[in-house]
């Protein structure tokens, strides 16, 4: 499995972003699909997940303000952050679990006025 992060960039505090996680390969095998985070000085902390019956779960500093959905037709997962605020700024990172565990590549946020 290969996953391709993208969307990332800059924006300011209250902004929206709609990050992209493209899979390819054996992606029959995958079980479900996360995002996780990396701000500064940091350790990586998960963001969402959902699974492949859709469920969805995410962590309680973005209830309300990130959304996480999939498109089967383009083998793609998405983030969609609102209400974005400073403490957001981190490199993300889609991640999924199957027979293995996978990372992507990663994409910037920062969020700064």
Same mark, same amino acid.
Not at 43 to 53: L, Y
Not at 60 to 70: A, E, L, N, P, Q
Not at 81 to 104: F, H, Q, R
């Given at each position: 499995v290969q996953l391709q992060a993208s969307g990332g960039g800059l924006v $300011?505090? !209250? !902004?929206?972003?709609?990050l992209a996680c493209? %899979?390819?390969?054996? #992606? +029959?095998? #995958?079980? &479900?699909m996360n995002w996780y985070r990396q701000g500064p000085g940091k350790q990586r902390e998960w963001v969402a997940r959902i699974t492949r019956f859709d469920n969805i779960d995410y962590a309680d500093f973005v209830k309300g303000r +990130?959304? #996480?959905?999939?498109? *089967? %037709?383009? &083998? /793609? @997962?998405y983030l969609q952050m609102d209400s974005l605020k400073p403490e957001d700024t981190a490199v993300y990172y889609? &991640? %999924? #679990?199957? *027979?293995? /565990? *996978?990372?992507? $590549? !990663? /994409? $910037? @946020? /920062? @969020?700064?006025s």
């Amino acid at each position: 499995v290969q996953l391709q992060a993208s969307g990332g960039g800059l924006v $300011q505090p !209250g !902004g929206s972003l709609r990050l992209a996680c493209a %899979a390819s390969g054996n #992606i +029959f095998s #995958i079980n &479900n699909m996360n995002w996780y985070r990396q701000g500064p000085g940091k350790q990586r902390e998960w963001v969402a997940r959902i699974t492949r019956f859709d469920n969805i779960d995410y962590a309680d500093f973005v209830k309300g303000r +990130f959304t #996480i959905s999939r498109d *089967y %037709a383009k &083998n /793609t @997962v998405y983030l969609q952050m609102d209400s974005l605020k400073p403490e957001d700024t981190a490199v993300y990172y889609c &991640n %999924a #679990i199957g *027979y293995s /565990t *996978y990372w992507g $590549q !990663g /994409t $910037q @946020v /920062t @969020v700064s006025s």
